[in-house]
Structures are given as structure tokens and as C-alpha cells.
């Protein structure tokens, strides 16, 4: 474990445990002080700067109605950088879902909706040239998708969907975004109140894009999902389903980007981003997708 004897007043705080879960890199450990529970996090001084954006972030929720992070310290010593902010109480929803796939989690997916809608309409922020940043990031993932790997499933078609349909990215509505969404950064307690935690981006864009993350609870659950939808639309505007559509196809081509060290790695990102794709047909050629035809 490591020394924190730099972090001010943390010999009032008893360290519980070291947090292995996550991928940002940082230190995360669990404290109590007074019967309470907290949050830490190290890291690199490198990192500063959006890690200071993160905490500022969580200080902008304080007043609102939305069970996450609450921000106590946040501070610099030599090379590294630390915060504290209080612990969110609760069983990842993915734990949850995965120990028993045959429930029925609609209403579960509900609420994480209406936590996700509550998040979003909290912070507006300034416009983005969101197109022109989807742009990018799609040249970026199909480069390498086309250098790594042959075609699968049906890629072909997901890759044309995504060069033909461009146009959807403009005039988005723009809010700051959570950053990596997802069922297990999502926790439930026991009176079944749904708490967001583990903020990692910064980004600023398109709310709809937050919803890439409910790829990998739906191999699971599609009440789930269909849960989550409802929950933070009420009922989805048409536009919904088009833009998902094309959010799906690029969060299936940024996955192969990730963590393919060995051959076994690659095949496996290929595995998940054809199932990803293959929720829209085999053709990818659905409206919907098939999850939401079964409702």
C-alpha cells in the first residue's frame, strides 16, 4: 500500500481497503472517519488537470438531487495529486445482474435513466463543434480497424452507416458528460436507491453519447436496458434511435482500440464489437434494434 502520509489530516482517517477495480491508473482506497466512508484517490501530478476538472465537476452536483460523490479535498504534494470525496453506498449493478441473468431489471434500468437524465440537465455547458469531434474520433477508430483486422460480422455495413450519416452530429444539444457510463458505475443500496459513481471524463458533447456504455449490460439484460431508455426519456424521440445507431457502430470500432496486447486480446474486442454491431441486424440494417423489437 501505498505512503499517504502526505495527505493532509489523514491520520484522522482509518484506511478500510485499496480499491483494485478501474483503469484510470489512480490509487483508490477506502476510508472511514466518524462512521462515515470515503473516497481517495491518487495520482500522478501529470494528470492534474483533468482530475481537478473532475472534482470541480462533483462540486457543481452538491445542491442538486443526484445520489453521487460528494467533494471534501482536493490538493497537490510534489508529484502526485489526491482527493477525497464521500463514499456512494451500494452493490454495482453489474454484480447484481450478472448473479442472476433470469430477473426482470426494468425497473432497475429505469431508475439509472432517471439518474443519468438528472445528471445531464444539471450542467449545460458551452457548444462543442460536436460533428466535427465525432469526425475525428471516427477517422482515429477505423484507421485502426482496418490495419488490425480483417472484416467481421457486419462491419462493413456498421463503417458505411457511420460515413453516410455524419450529418446526424450537428447542432447536438451539449451538456458535460460523465464520461464512461456503464452498469458498473452504477451501484444500488439496499432501500433501492441508485447511486453514480467513478467519474472519468471531461468531455463535453452530446448527451445521447453517454448511452454507448449500455452495450455491455445489455448481453445480459435487455429489460435492463430497454429500463434505462424509458427511464430517462419517458418514451424516445425517433431521433433517438437513428443517432443510437450511429453511436453504437463507433463505440463498437473505439473497442477494438483497447488493450490488445496479445492475439487472444484482439479476437476477444472483435467478438464484442461484432456482437455490439449485430444488435441492429445482420446487416445492421434495423431501425431498431432488436432488444427493443422484443419489448
Known sequence: MENLEFIKDINSYTVIEKIAEGYSGD??????????YFLLRVGDKKNLSEKKKEYERLEAYVDKDINTHRPVAFATSNDKFYSIVSWVNGTPIMDIIKKDVSKNYYQLGNKVGIELQKLHSCCPSSSTDWQVIIEKKAASFLEYYHRVTD??????????????????????????LHGDFHWNNCV?????????????????????YDFGGLLWALEYSESFSNGQIDGYFGTPPNEFWKVYKFYVALYAFEHLTYGNVTK?????????????INIFGENFELELPIFRNRL
Open 151 to 176: 472484416e467481421f460480422a457486419c462491419s462493413k455495413y456498421a463503417e458505411q452507416y457511420i460515413l453516410e450519416n455524419f450529418d446526424l452530429m450537428k447542432n447536438r444539444p451539449q451538456v458535460v
Open 27 to 36: 490509487e483508490k482506497y477506502k476510508l472511514e472517519k466518524d462512521g462515515k
Open 264 to 276: 487472444e486480446d484482439t479476437e476477444y474486442r472483435i467478438l464484442n464489437a461484432g456482437r455490439m
Open 188 to 208: 444500488v443500496d439496499e432501500a433501492g436507491n441508485v447511486g453514480i459513481i467513478d467519474f472519468s471524463g471531461n468531455d463535453v458533447g452530446d448527451p445521447w
